[in-house]
C-alpha cells in the first residue's frame, strides 16, 4: 500500500550530526502515523521517535532534545535530524507507516539506513 525508501546513513564521528530521510509512495496526509525506529545489535527495535495524533511527536528518553522528527507534505517525506551524536545511537534506522483499515491498523516499514558512530 505504501513503499519506504530510507536515505541519509553514514559514518560520522560522536558530537556530529546526520539527517535521515523517509520517502514514501503515496501522501503522507493519508497516512495514520509515521515514525523513526532502530534496533542496534543484541538489542529490540525501539521508537527513536513519532508523529502520533495531530501535531503531536513522541521522542525516546534517550534522544530528546538532541533528534527532531520533521516532515514535508509536499515532498511525501518525513525526516529525522540528529544531533550530538553517540555511539550509542549506532543502529540500524528504520522508517514506519501505520495505516488503518476495516480489519485493523497495518504497518510498513522500509529497509533501514546505518547509522554508525564512532571516532
Known amino acids: 500500500q505504501v513503499q519506504l525508501v530510507e536515505s541519509g546513513g553514514g559514518l560520522v564521528q560522536p558530537g556530529g550530526s546526520l539527517r535521515l530521510s523517509c520517502a514514501a509512495s503515496?501522501?503522507?496526509?493519508?497516512?495514520?502515523?509515521m515514525g523513526w525506529y532502530r534496533q542496534a545489535p543484541g538489542k529490540e527495535r525501539e521508537l527513536v521517535a513519532a508523529?502520533?495524533?495531530?501535531?503531536?511527536?513522541d521522542y525516546a528518553d534517550s534522544v530528546k532534545g538532541r533528534f527532531t522528527i520533521s516532515r514535508d507534505n509536499a515532498k511525501n517525506t518525513v525526516y529525522l535530524r540528529m544531533y550530538r551524536l553517540k555511539p550509542e545511537d549506532t543502529a540500524i534506522y528504520y522508517c514506519n507507516a501505520r495505516l488503518i483499515f476495516i480489519g485493523g491498523p497495518r504497518d510498513y516499514w522500509g529497509q533501514g539506513t546505518q547509522v554508525t558512530v564512532s571516532s
Open positions: 508523529f502520533t495524533s495531530g501535531s503531536s511527536t
Open positions: 503515496r501522501s503522507i496526509f493519508s497516512i495514520n502515523a
